[in-house]
């Protein structure tokens, strides 16, 4: 287990895609820094680099140029060994459609992923469903499971690594709003010991309410840093 | 071009490996079935050319009167020729060599009207050469023979027979023997041990036969070949004379034979791998389709017609089918010209027809739309069918799981590893696509093993023939009867551990109204020459009371143990026929005798029949002697025959035992000590005093080796092609079962999960499958291998399946390997995986 989260660091970091007329340039010179155990939720519009920017702080992708540190690690100097073992070690994702495997039961889900880190993957397992809520649905396929069910099984699954950073795209956009809130709960709580950093991305600024502080992306470009002096429960929140 | 048009198009060179790979198996079967059906036509042709030109006879009459029988089927209807000419097997002695050639008889004034040769080098017959000859292709080939060379026949020259020497005019080809063979029984021959002569007529008949004893006739062209032929037979066989059809004649039964097998190959075949490229079309077509559904819904619920959907994913197939067979006929249409080329030299047929066929692109092409069609329907049906609700889906997978066949059969497996679980359950994910590889591995190891159990069989059948069942290493012929004396003569030569008197006989089998013309073999009792094997591979003895005969003879005359048959010594009555030609040219001389079936036996190579050298002669009995008595100046007759023969009149019981003295009718068996050089002993055999022809068994195996050479080629093009079959169909199967994972494997891959564990995920997944069909692709694979051989099987080869353990293991592992290979490419695709791509087209 981590005894604390790291802070990661980005320093001028860039992402061009293609080349020539077609190149689009999705991440312009970021720079900011997020503490160890901080919330972030990340807004703009469409297109403005964000599912980007959760690739390549997660390792899934290489930014064009730019620093960009995790707990002290140069991630774009890791070798392809080496992100799998980050990934493994140091983040979890939450993706929009759930992925889910599904001929495998929700249990199965979670404890796929725990194998990899080794230990009591079955308990484990468990623990990480109960944590969502899900202990009364363990032996249930993706098929048998509500859109809210899955997407907190997705969570279960980032979180049985307990990984020191948590990603997550668009987490809310297909729930419901009591659903959207119990699941931002959840998230929420896990950062709230100061064990973990969760970058959240989303197009809905009412998230933003819950956050310690938002960033605004603007094609590419961070264009504004706001810490939130008075973060309110996810449970109040509205849109 | 349409927008969708335009899609189809992308999509096909996005998917080119998975679309090749269903080309390339069409491509195979389409050519497969040109290359096999156009050679098996251009075959036909070429020898029906030959036959043509040559004046091939229809019909082959041999004994009885010979002149007459001429001059009554020259009255028919419908005959458009009749030739009589005069066939005798007589040593010949090349380069010091005897052989026990064939010489026949031919007019010296020009080429007969039936049964004329093909002058290849020299020129013809010419009534001032004398002892000029014609030599076959097949013996001037080997021993180096040109026109001007010169050699020896073993000829009468008044009293005395002795060898004379001939010259060389020509080298030919004939009809006869474009496949040298002796008899319908002893179709391997090799040139050390059969050649053919064609020689003036009076020479013929001073070879030992002093008249004319056969009669060939060639029909009209339009004439009822079946009806002539029966009316012809039976007036024949009333003279005593035997028949043999076009058909039979051994040379076009050994050739006609052969080339049934391209045209049996020219369907088999190709079915198994179009069969494989429908399923590989079925599966890739049918992952667009399942992908695509969003899209579709999308498209229908913004009013595109249904049928414009279906005939979409319907161009597909229709695309990559019409392309594969279009490469396929052109592609099979010049292998097939090229096979019949590499046909015809390899075995000297003088012609080499290749034609165009219409019928060979019609009906190629028309495979691969058959093809395109089937496999896209399905899915292209399925596309029609989708609900525009769809739509609204987000392309998430709708798959419903449950707890795997294996887990709930075996339920410790339910605590492995997830990882483990996962492959169990992958395999019943898509239930058409593990279907579809299974199918894909069943197929593959048909066509492996129906080409592998081909070669196997011919090796084993081979070794039985010539190791376990054939025991001697050669067979001396000596131009007198073979005594106890010669027997030992032989047996002291260096080199030999044993040696048997044997004597081979022609004879006809009748039993009911069915015969059947094959050879008697005799052997010593408790023989060391010759293993005799019942039909369920017991070994037996030969009978002290009668004959055993090859296990086809059931069928082929009906006959069961137990019951009497009729022999007739086709041999022993023309010989005796042309002793007594001079006084009785008219003489219709009957040799029949009852003999008991007393087994069967189980023999790879022709339908023989067999008896002791003592049983012989009770067979043969009285029976010449009554022959002869029951013909108007019987007493005199046999009186006669004794004297020809040498013998006194009172020895008249032993006329049977005497007949034995003629020509051709005893021979000694040789088994030489381990390790002895055939060269060697053929030299030191040859050397001993009255030998007139030597066989090396040795030889036999070989001839049957070089025939068999082309078909070792053909089973190793199958090889490769079934290779390449089960590899495309793998290939996609595979490359489909990644790619509709694509999601979930990037997922896994995102949360830390190495590719070397994914790889090992899919491994274990792709393996479960191939052994899953490994299993009822050997029981179906050695089923259409048998069935395949069988159809194979005649009275001259009997083909029943043989395969050795170890191929079904080679097979399977093969097909593992392969299926190992297949994969590969989708692991490589799954490892280079732009997960934040994969990703992003769902997490958006
Ligand atoms: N593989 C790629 N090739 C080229 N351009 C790309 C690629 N992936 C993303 N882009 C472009 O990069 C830009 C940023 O994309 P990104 O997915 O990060 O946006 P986003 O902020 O997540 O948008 P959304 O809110 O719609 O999900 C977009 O303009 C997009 O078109
Ligand atoms: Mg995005």
Redesign the pocket.
């Known amino acids: 287990m981590n005894a604390s989260a790291p802070t990661i660091q980005l320093d001028g970091l860039t992402k061009t895609?293609?080349s020539g007329e077609t190149e689009?340039q999705?991440l312009k010179q970021a720079s900011f820094t997020i503490d160890a155990g901080q919330f972030v939720v990340m807004l703009?519009p469409?297109?403005?680099?964000?599912?980007?920017m959760l690739n390549v702080i997660g390792a899934i992708e290489e930014p064009t140029s730019g620093g960009l540190h995790v707990g002290g690690v140069d991630v774009p100097g890791l070798d392809q060994k080496g992100r799998t073992e980050y990934r493994r070690r140091e983040v979890g994702f939450i993706f929009q459609f759930y992925n889910l495997v599904p001929t495998l039961t929700a249990k199965e889900n979670v404890q796929l992923i725990a194998e990899i880190t080794g230990g009591d993957a079955g308990a484990r397992a468990e623990e990480a469903l109960a944590s969502v809520a899900l202990s009364d649905r363990l032996d249930h396929f993706p098929a048998q499971l509500s859109g809210g069910e899955q997407q907190r099984v997705a969570i279960a699954r980032a979180l049985v690594k307990d990984p020191p950073v948590l990603l997550s795209d668009e987490p809310t956009g297909a729930l419901d709003l009591e659903t959207g809130r119990q699941v931002l709960e959840l998230l929420h709580r896990s950062c709230r010991d100061g064990r973990r950093s969760v970058l959240l991305v989303t197009?809905n600024s009412a998230i933003a309410g819950m956050a310690d502080r938002v960033l605004h992306l603007r094609d590419g470009e961070v264009v504004a840093d706001d810490v939130v002096e008075q973060p309110v429960p996810a449970g109040e929140l509205d849109w | 071009m349409s927008t969708l048009g335009k899609k189809r198009r992308r999509d096909l060179r996005r998917r080119r490996w998975q679309f090749l790979a269903v080309l390339l198996t069409i491509t195979l079967g389409v050519m497969l079935f040109a290359a096999s059906f156009d050679s098996f036509r251009n075959l036909q042709a070429s020898y029906t050319k030959t036959y043509d030109d040559l004046d091939f006879a229809d019909l082959t009459i041999t004994g009885g009167d010979t002149a007459s029988i001429a001059r009554e089927v020259d009255e028919i209807d419908g005959v458009a020729a009749v030739e009589t000419r005069t066939q005798v097997d007589n040593p010949i002695k090349v380069d010091s060599t005897e052989v026990l050639g064939r010489i026949i008889g031919m007019p010296v004034d020009g080429q007969p009207s039936v049964d004329k040769v093909e002058i290849l080098e020299g020129s013809y017959l010419r009534p001032s050469e004398d002892t000029g000859v014609l030599v076959e292709k097949h013996f001037a080939d080997y021993w180096n023979l040109d026109p001007g060379s010169s050699l020896d026949v073993l000829l009468e020259q008044g009293q005395d027979v002795s060898f004379q020497k001939v010259t060389v005019l020509g080298v030919v080809a004939s009809a006869e023997y474009i496949w040298p063979a002796r008899s319908r029984q002893d179709v391997l021959t090799t040139p050390d041990d059969f050649g053919v002569l064609f020689v003036p007529q009076e020479m013929a008949e001073s070879g030992g036969g002093s008249s004319l004893n056969q009669v060939v006739v060639l029909y009209d062209a339009h004439a009822d070949a079946e009806a002539l032929t029966e009316e012809i037979t039976e007036q024949a066989n009333a003279a005593g004379a035997d028949v043999q059809t076009q058909a039979e004649q051994p040379s076009n039964a050994t050739l006609q034979e052969d080339v049934q097998g391209f045209g049996q190959l020219s369907y088999l075949f190709p079915l198994l791998f179009l069969t494989a490229a429908g399923l590989a079309t079925f599966v890739l077509l049918n992952r667009i389709v399942y992908s695509e559904r969003a899209q579709i819904g999308t498209l229908l619920a913004n009013g595109l017609a249904r049928r414009t959907v279906r005939r979409h994913y319907l161009g597909y197939g229709l695309i990559v089918g019409v392309t594969g067979a279009v490469l396929g006929v052109v592609l099979g249409m010049i292998a097939g010209s090229l096979v019949t080329g590499a046909y015809t030299r390899a075995i000297s047929v003088p012609d080499t027809v290749v034609r165009f066929y219409w019928i060979t692109p019609f009906v190629g092409i028309s495979f691969g739309v058959l093809v395109g069609w089937l496999s896209a329907v399905a899915p292209a049906h399925g596309a029609f069918h989708v609900s525009p609700a769809e739509a609204m889906r987000g392309g998430t997978p709708t798959g419903r799981g449950k707890p795997s066949i294996v887990e709930r059969l075996i339920p410790p497996l339910r605590h492995t590893p997830v990882r483990w679980r996962m492959t169990f359950r992958g395999i019943e994910r898509s239930k058409r696509r593990s279907l579809s590889t299974i199918l894909g591995v069943v197929l593959s190891l048909v066509l492996i093993l129906a080409s592998w159990g081909m070669l196997d069989t011919a090796q084993i059948l081979l070794h039985r023939q010539f190791d376990e069942i054939m025991k001697e290493d050669a067979q001396v012929w000596f131009d007198t009867l073979v005594t106890d004396t010669i027997v030992e003569d032989v047996a002291g030569v260096e080199g030999v551990v044993a040696a048997e008197a044997s004597s081979l006989l022609q004879v006809g089998v009748a039993y009911d109204d069915k015969s059947y013309t094959t050879e008697l073999e005799s052997f010593v009792p408790g023989t060391r020459m010759h293993d005799f094997y019942a039909p369920g591979g017991d070994e037996i003895d030969l009978a002290s009371d009668g004959i055993l005969v090859g296990e086809p003879m059931r069928d082929l005359i009906g006959v069961d143990e137990g019951d009497v048959v009729t022999l007739s010594f086709l041999t022993l009555e023309a010989q005796v026929k042309q002793l007594l030609a001079d006084v009785a040219p008219d003489l219709s001389v009957k040799i029949q005798s009852k003999a008991r079936v007393a087994g069967f036996v189980d023999e790879p190579l022709g339908t023989l029949a067999y008896v002791s050298n003592d049983e012989l002669q009770s067979i043969l009995g009285g029976a010449i002697k009554s022959t002869l008595e029951h013909a108007a100046s019987g007493e005199s007759l046999v009186g006669l025959l004794l004297q020809r023969l040498g013998r006194s009149q009172g020895d008249v019981d032993k006329l049977s035992e005497f007949v034995m003295e003629l020509p051709n009718v005893t021979t000694v068996l040789v088994r030489y000590a381990e390790g002895a050089n055939d060269g060697t002993m053929q030299q030191r055999l040859t050397d001993l005093d009255g030998v007139a022809a030597f066989v090396d068994v040795q030889g036999l195996f070989d001839t049957m080796q070089s025939a068999l050479g082309l078909f070792y080629i053909f089973i190793g093009v199958m090889l490769v092609f079934g290779a390449i079959m089960a590899f495309a169909l793998m290939f996609n199967t595979m490359s489909v079962n990644i790619a509709e994972r694509s999601t979930e494997l990037a997922t896994m891959r995102a949360s830390g999960v190495t590719a070397g564990q994914v790889a090992r995920l899919i491994t274990g997944e792709n393996l479960q499958l191939t052994l899953l069909g490994i299993a009822p692709g050997l029981v179906v694979g050695w089923l259409v291998s048998s069935w395949f051989m069988s159809s194979f099987s005649s009275d001259l080869f009997s083909f029943s399946l043989q395969m050795r353990w170890t191929t079904f293991l080679y097979g399977s592992l093969a097909i593992v390997v392969t299926a190992l290979v297949a994969q590969a490419p989708g692991l490589r695709a799954m490892r280079r995986f732009d997960i934040a791509?994969v990703v992003?087209e769902r997490s958006?």
């Open positions: 895609y293609g689009v999705a703009g469409s297109g403005s680099g964000k599912t980007t197009h | 791509k992003r958006q």
